[in-house]
């Protein structure tokens, strides 16, 4: 079939990304279409971004599903798709609300749903303690929405107290180094939430470098696995957010194809659930179901 | 002696590198019209003298008179403000860039801030062939000429300005005969606009022949300050190298 | 020297040939390289990068090294989108936007000249410190810059190119001006063959180093403008790591760190083929993966190629 | 020289006072810094940048640069953890990881002086190469690490002092020895001070720098080393922009890009400054917006305290 | 002529830099025990045909000979090979490092790799002592010195190591007159010990009193190859001036 599609992502280099991927792939087998999967070479490089897209754009695919890197700063790209006619689907991340048309966004609300990991912290500490956040790289919607979801629910419990926020980068020394400090700095802290997995990696180590596993809960986002594999081996990490990450690959392919070709109207946000996942739930057949294979 | 306020005079000059002592008390003064000759073995503290005066470097202690007041110079634009251009003996030359460049670095000619290039190529390849100096191409960077022709360019960018003291640190060290013979007519031919000059040299003859005064160094301190014509060839070879003064009525 | 002689050895020769080679390779590998609307493409993906390698070819050229042009870039940006959001008016917003990338480049410069301390330190300083302002400055928040001054910035066309190419030409053209035919320009390069003897020559080497900082300020802020035109949006996490690629457009076109050489123009053609590196293996469709491996070989293989003129010159 | 002046002009003796002079200040912002529990911190987060800079400053020193250190490291812990998931035997995997890092220093140093292409280049091109291997080897994943060899690097302590410090002290010893009583780093000093001349005295100025690279690449896999342990995992986009930090940990110990001096060990107190900045301000919990500006101020005011030095020798 | 096989011949070099010609077919024999005079104005090509000898450039056509053999001789270290050793105009050291490190820069003194420092000191003291000069410490980096010392430890440098050849580009240009009195005497040991010796030098008298030969250069090309003393010192001057040979039936 002569349909083509771009898929454009953040970067490649973590892993969340490469779930997307094989998601999206399903999909592009099973409707047998031609599917371009692009990045930028790294998170945060906007302009590296902007030229994928722009290049893309050039090849006049059907259709575009982006995964923005800033939800402001791809606007134009998106105008500049619509005034070519090419439509364009939004995943993971939104863009913000203005002048560039967009026909649906697939995936779950970064914001809402780090609330809800929050307020999971909240109710593992018995509603009162001390906890930390690592916080991905400033500036970037992603993390500033991740915070302002967690920030949220934390100011709203008096006896809760943030003690440390400090900017790790998504990266998993940088959340290694930050979290051997903030165990300086408050040994009373009862829980450490990374904004990725990577970053909660780090912890994890920092937690049992310092052989206090048993105290502090160690979060994280993004189900990558490397942190499944962690929760399964009971290795520290207590829990993740798995946004479904391929499932939002898959289904943004799909909702791209059929608005394209059937031209159904999207909803406005094709939710994929998003949930809370704890060690016991990393299950075999949870594994299976998401074609995740761990040695 | 003849005439009453020296262009120069350095007073007590003391210099230290960290530990090491390159000039005690080194005093020199040179009047209009005059050439002294700065003579002493290597080491001795010649160059050192002269950069303090250039303000290339600044002296521990001591003081310098120009004109009879005290003059601060603390870099080489303050040397520059009282008329002092200077030969280095390491000819500072930026060897990236060409002949004009060099010789106008720093006073480039221009209009509006815009260079007149061809004014200084000009004006360059004229002053350098005053020192009948071989230079096939001004486009070439200093860095690709020999080391007779980068002397030349140094000697010319010294003299273009109009100086009032002049010190040259061994201007003739690479040249040729012919060159050598250039540059010790203009040092007569500048003695006789009023400029005064101060020559360091390890040639005794040409000192000897075209010098008015000499000053001798030695590890760092004056040895002798002289006519040099009161003093024999030989004797002031002997002052430079055993560094006691040669006993004579006629010593200032 | 004959007509082909100076052809032959005019720096920047080669490295046009070399970018040529690259076109040529790229438009034979993909149909898609060589289309109106990807040169289009090009023109401005280039802009940013070409604009700040501008302004580091002048500090390398002086023998120093300005790390701190992708912050301050960012720093400029929110500060306008920071005003306009306030409804100051776009074009006063931009010039506080321009002043302020030049104050960071003269606090480099008087940093740099007054404290004796390395580039290098004072402008990796600086990237820091102006990042973090911006960040401190927007809370973190990209705001929407839907000003048409912007949206014409960044989308439209004058004489079919579009218009970041401008900002482009006008830099290149009133820095090679300044670096070839004014004082200011010989001063620089007396200053980076021999800072020394530039001095001892009485040139002011601490104004005129001060100068070339600030220039480098206000040029990323200049970029900024551009960015703010594409991006419709002042994030202030933007640019990140983009000095890395100024400066490897500078080295690509051949302007060495030794200082004191090297023409403006060259620092262009080397944004250029960077860009065109990116630009062809993004419509080559390769992984992102192997694009930095592949990226990594072709600017070896330019500079490798530009070196050739060396040997073709014997 | 007496004794007194022998230590006030020691290159180590300025900077090692800087570092006590922050050292102290923390200790008096906040009460946790001075800990046994935050030194051992301290000593740990220390050591990955330590020996990528004990590498950095002996390219620095030949008038060099090595952009590649972070993606190599990368590559070698990625070597490593793909091995060890393979089922190869630890010590194996490491020694593999160690030759591929060696390698990747190898073929810089090799295209460097065969190429007679800027060390800029060439290293930024590997940057890329070395990553993008890492990411293809992987094809992005992160391998978990749980051999006893590398939870020992990276949890345990002997003789009181967390093990990668000796890593550490390994390194900067060795480097010492070789930069300062071997002809090899006679020869470095000699090149770095001018190429040129050394080439003229007959010294093999191509393959000693040959040799400077592969070491780079060594250390950044001997670091990499380091990291497996305390991440216990190898994820390929680790260690991104360190080479940023490790070059910065050289000039502020007082080594400078001219090449041709300097001593070795003022790096390692130059990456324990940048350690204590970041450290402290993480203690202090100031918010990551202030502490970039913060981190930029304080490199500048440590080099400009370094540089009193100079004021004080006259 | 004193022997059959010269130690060095060059025949017919040239040497282009770009549109720059700095040589033409020029042709130089020396022979063991001999000191031959290379002289010619500032930018005749002596350093340049010096430096091809000395492998730090090569010819751009042209073949050198030593003892009889043709010689490929494309960088220093082919030179040093040969035995040649070079005293360079430019001095050649390394401003960054000490004296005893430049004099035994390649050849350094060394057990297993490990520096004998102390018996580098040691030998450098006594070389530079031979040529009388003063520096205060060894450990100064040579670019804190002066000219003239500087010179010094280039010279030392040359003559320390077993050398058959040795090329002096105007060794004595910054010496003081009893430190060149030094190397005068230094050269007349060294061929006296049958080492082949290439001077190059502007001081005509030194070389006339000194040399068994002379080659003049002027403008890349040889106007005369003769024994010293088959001319006048002024007949010698003019050859280097004019560029024309004396007509004499003595010439060689
Ligand atoms: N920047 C410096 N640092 C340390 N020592 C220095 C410095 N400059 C000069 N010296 C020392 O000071 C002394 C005097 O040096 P100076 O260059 O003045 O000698 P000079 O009389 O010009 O000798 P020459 O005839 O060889 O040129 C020397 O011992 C030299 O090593
Ligand atoms: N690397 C180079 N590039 C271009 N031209 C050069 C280079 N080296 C020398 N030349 C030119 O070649 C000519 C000969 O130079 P050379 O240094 O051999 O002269 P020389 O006889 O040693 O003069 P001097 O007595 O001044 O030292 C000069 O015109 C010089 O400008
Ligand atoms: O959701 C992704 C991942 O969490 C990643 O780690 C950072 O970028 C975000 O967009
Ligand atoms: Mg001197
Ligand atoms: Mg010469």
Redesign the interface.
Known sequence: QDFSLSFIVKDMTNPYYWRMGEGAKRAAEELGIEMNFVSAATNGDIEGQIAVVETELVKSPDAIVLVPMNGTALIPKVMEANSLGIPVITADTRVDDGPGKVETFVGLDEEESFAGMAEWVVAQIGGAGEVAILEGFRGSSTAELRLNGMMRVFNSYPDVEVVASIAADWDQEKGLKAAEDILQAHPEVDAILGTNDLMAMGAVQAVQGAGMSDQIIVVGDDAIPSALASMRAGGGLNATIDGNTDQVGYEAVMAAYRFVTEGVELDEWIVVPSSILEPADVTDEYLAARGIELD | MNQPVPLVEMRNISKH????QALTDACLDLYPGEVVGVL????AGK?TLMKIL?G?QTASSGEILINGDVADIQ???DA?AYGIE?I???L??????DAP?NLF????L?KW???RKREMRREAAEALSKLN?????LE?DVE??????R??ISISRAVHFDAKIIIMD?PT????????KKVVDLIQDLKEHGIGILWIS?D?HDVYNFTDRIVIFH?GKNVMTARTKDFTQDEI?SM??SGTPVKKEAAV | MTMFEKIRTYPLTWIVVVALVLAFALTMASPYFLTSGNINNLLKQVSIVAILAAGQSMVIITGGIDLSVGSVLALSAVTIGWLIQADVHPLIATFCGLAMGTLCGFINGFIITRGRIAPFIVTLGMLGIARGMALVITGGVSYQILEPLFLTIGNSKFLGLPIPIYFVIVTYFVIHIVMHYRVFGQHIYAIGGEERVARLQGIKVDREKLKVYTISGFLAALAAVVMVGRLAATPPSVAQGIELQAIAAVIIGGISFTGGRGLVLTALVGALIMAMITNGLNILGISSFWQQVLIGVVIIAAVWLDNLKSAARQ
């Open positions: 590198f960290g530990g090491l002493g073995h290597n080491g160059s250039a290339a870099d080489p634009n520059r200077t280095y003996q390491e500072a030359l930026c060897g990236n860039l460049s670095m720093g006073r480039e221009h801030g815009f260079l100096i071989r230079i096939k191409s070439t690709m000429m020999s080391g007779g022709q002397q030349s061994e060290a690479a040249l040729g005969m012919e060159e050598s390890h005794i590890g070879v430079i190298i």
